[in-house]
């Protein structure tokens, strides 16, 4: 991991005391002091030394034992140097107060939200400070250590929260055409069940509008906290669920990070080819919905079809079809099937007849490019300031992957491209999306010919791994392990640690802090698609309603890990 | 039967039997549920084998709530208004474990099943259930609205007897 040291010309700007710096597990970190967040912001930004142009995370943390109870932690990255910087902010609460970085990160804004609503930050100077994830009959802040997790708050009819959209007032334009503001979603087929825009249209101009989430809150950090960590893993499932392997794989490498564990090499070649797999599929749902989204159902149905296939895969490896709970801290849930190989074989020749008629259907499709082709278009530059990441990202020209920047698994061991497309709009991130596929394919290809590690697939730790059930009934010792584990859980070493992987649609990241008991002290999940959405009102502006319905299509969003 | 091509029944009973062979589901798809049940109507499982592919997004037009995923307080109004919007008859199915009883999520922010606004004909339970497990559910509907024509027809006739009684009488 490389290390950021602090630039002198930076720290000599402040009033000695108001950054220091600590050695982080996975990355640097600053204790800053709230006054100078604001310059120090901007000066990270735009210091050349520094660069950090991608605001990836922001979170609060409660220690209510401090006398500064709260942390705002901001994880920055720097897409130009690749390096990374994790700043905490801590203020106490009778003055839970911090700086809106806003006009410094654009991506901020809906991060700085959810810290209000679920710690009560607040944020001077943000344009819209209130709640996003949880109701507007909701009371209190639901991550704070003191609000029990089950009280739940009823929201009525005449607390429902209604939109309106600031629009620019031009007197002229009212005389040719009428206003009209329309509510799309949250039960709206385009709106995949939960999210919703309100729109103001100026004819059929889109020129206004809000967007309004957390319809799908179902409180993955809380349950995190009161779960040992095993446990959690199923929750993450339910996160990007069109790839739940994925977020398995993620949430287990962080916290064997933190245990200093490695999975052997059998489960972290399993774990590479099923994430690729899994990369598949998402990217199959998100170009099958915009296409449909588009009109065209017959590519919905082709692009399905692969889906089914791997699903099969992934049943007969877990158990289960889309959840599918396979990873585990220290490896995987069970060994791989006899005829892993077989079937991964068999995927790579079924699959690809399936994205080539997709393409040979759309991709030079007239109605499909006016459809597609620089509708909500956005500069690489702009995108990095919103926070975005992932495929996304690489459609607007900027190349930054995961498993390019930052090899984990197998990724260095084997040769692929990452694709990128310089458009930027809908059309290049179907392509991006048609052409990860195809690596993903020769990713998996490689691997299989590279020929499957024997061993176990779980570390042979008795501290994290159970023992085989007839060690547990044998042996005292094992027995001993098997209760400690399960009535405990593993013990995870005091410290944080923020550790990513690249998911379907962008960097998804853990942010884990341990207080060295059974159970999570804190889970943050960096949710991609998050910030993505995020500018989703920006993106919609100036266009028509049907652009606004392929675009969301495009994006990716999937409730489950925008709302959490 | 007069004929091959005619057929006499009452309105009533060709209603029902069109109504149970041919639901019109509206997905309120939430959720991973939701995913399963794109599934479920995609090419592979082909839900229109059973004539219930005519999925509607407008509530005014469908008979079945189909209630994939999980149900959040903030989306609870919503729900329910979906469901008032809805013309008799109308039935609904709760899939998977979330919308049955919140499922692991004893929350801060999610109802605990969605039979505490809205009534449930047919619980489908899974985390997410299987697509033939949500077709079963569907089978269950069917079976259970031809039950409740059952027991419509016996109340009705044991009625009219008790009416040629009186009039007997």
């Known amino acids: 991991m490389p290390t950021v040291t602090a630039t002198p010309p930076l720290l000599e700007r402040y009033p000695e005391g108001s950054i220091l710096p600590q050695e982080g597990l996975d990355q640097p970190a600053w204790v800053v002091r709230r006054e100078i967040l604001e310059d120090l912001a901007r000066d990270l930004r735009d210091h050349p030394e520094t660069r950090f142009d991608l605001l990836l995370d922001l979170c609060g943390v409660d220690f209510p034992e401090r006398s500064e109870r709260f942390e705002a932690v901001y994880h920055l990255f720097s897409v130009t140097r690749k390096e990374r910087l994790r700043l905490k902010v801590p203020v106490s609460e009778a003055e839970p107060v911090l700086p809106s970085l806003v006009d410094v990160w654009k991506g901020a804004n809906w991060f700085e939200r959810e810290a209000f609503d679920l710690f009560g930050l607040r944020f001077e100077g943000h344009p819209n400070l209130r709640r996003i994830l949880t109701h507007e009959g909701f009371q209190g802040h639901p991550l704070r250590k003191d609000y029990d997790p089950a009280r739940r708050w009823v929201l009525t009819e005449d607390k429902v929260y209604r939109p309106r959209p600031q629009q620019p007032v031009e007197e002229e334009d009212e005389d040719l055409f009428e206003r009209m503001t329309i509510n799309i979603g949250p039960s709206h087929p385009a709106m995949h069940g939960t999210l919703r825009v309100v729109a103001t249209l100026d004819g059929e101009t889109i020129d206004a509008s809000e967007v309004e989430i957390g319809y799908l809150h179902r409180c993955f950090e809380k349950m995190s906290e009161t779960h040992t960590w095993q446990q959690v893993i199923p929750y993450t499932d339910r996160l990007n669920y069109c790839s739940s392997f994925i977020n398995n794989v993620a949430y287990c490498r962080t916290v064997e990070q933190m245990l200093g564990i490695e999975a052997p090499p059998r489960a972290v070649w399993a774990r590479t080819i099923l994430s690729e797999f899994s990369r598949i599929m998402d990217h199959c749902v998100c170009n099958g919905s915009v296409l449909v989204d588009a009109g065209a159902l017959t590519n919905f149905w082709y692009l399905f079809q692969p889906r089914e296939e791997i699903y099969g895969l992934l049943e007969a490896c877990s158990g289960a079809r889309l959840t599918v709970a396979y990873g585990r801290i220290g490896g995987l849930a069970a060994d791989l099937p006899p005829d892993f190989e077989d079937r991964c074989r068999r995927l790579l020749e079924t699959i690809p007849p399936f994205l080539d008629d997709v393409d040979a259907l759309v991709a030079h499709n007239r109605i499909f490019l006016d459809r597609s082709v620089g509708v909500a278009a956005i500069s690489g530059e702009e995108a990095v300031n919103w926070g975005w990441t992932g495929p996304c990202l690489r459609a607007s020209g900027v190349g930054y992957d995961v498993r390019k920047a930052y090899p984990y698994d197998l990724y260095d061991t084997v040769e692929w491209e990452m694709p990128v497309f310089q458009g930027g709009d809908v059309y290049d991130r179907y392509r991006v999306r048609m052409a990860e596929a195809r690596q993903s394919l020769a990713i998996i290809r490689q691997l299989l010919d590279s020929g499957m590690p024997e061993g176990p697939v779980m570390v042979e730790d008795p501290h994290v791994a159970l023992p085989s059930k007839e060690a547990a009934y044998t042996q005292m010792e094992s027995m001993i392990y098997h209760f400690k584990l399960i009535m405990d859980g593993i013990q995870v070493p005091a410290g944080e640690c923020y550790s990513m992987v690249e998911g379907a649609n962008g960097e998804l990241g853990f942010y884990i802090v341990s207080d060295g008991s059974g159970k999570p002290y804190r889970v943050k999940v960096r949710p991609p698609c998050f910030p993505i959405f995020s500018t989703f009102s920006r993106l919609i502006r100036g266009g028509t309603v049907s652009d606004a319905i392929v675009t969301l299509g495009g994006l990716n969003v999937i409730a489950g890990e925008l709302d959490r | ?169």
């Open chain 2, 1 to 169: 039967m007069i004929g091959e091509s005619w057929i006499t029944t009452r309105f009533e009973q060709l209603e029902e039997w069109a109504q149970k062979n041919s639901f019109w589901p509206l997905p309120f798809g939430t959720a991973c549920c939701a995913i399963e049940f794109m599934s479920t109507v995609s090419s592979h499982y082909d839900i229109s084998r059973f004539g219930y592919e005519v999925v509607r997004f407008s509530p005014r037009q469908s008979d079945v709530l189909l209630v994939a995923g999980t149900i959040t307080d903030k989306m609870g109004p919503v729900l329910q208004k979906i469901y008032e919007q809805m013309p008799e008859p109308k039935w609904v199915v709760s899939m998977g474990a979330c919308a049955c009883s919140g499922g692991f999520y004893r929350a801060y922010h999610v109802m605990q099943g969605i039979d505490e606004i809205i009534p449930v004909d047919v619980y489908v339970p899974g985390c997410p259930p299987s697509p033939e497990g949500l077709m079963y559910g569907m089978l269950q509907l069917k079976e259970k609205v031809d039950r409740e024509r059952q027991q419509r027809n016996k109340e009705r006739t044991s009625h009219a007897d008790s009416d040629g009684d009186t009039a007997a009488a």
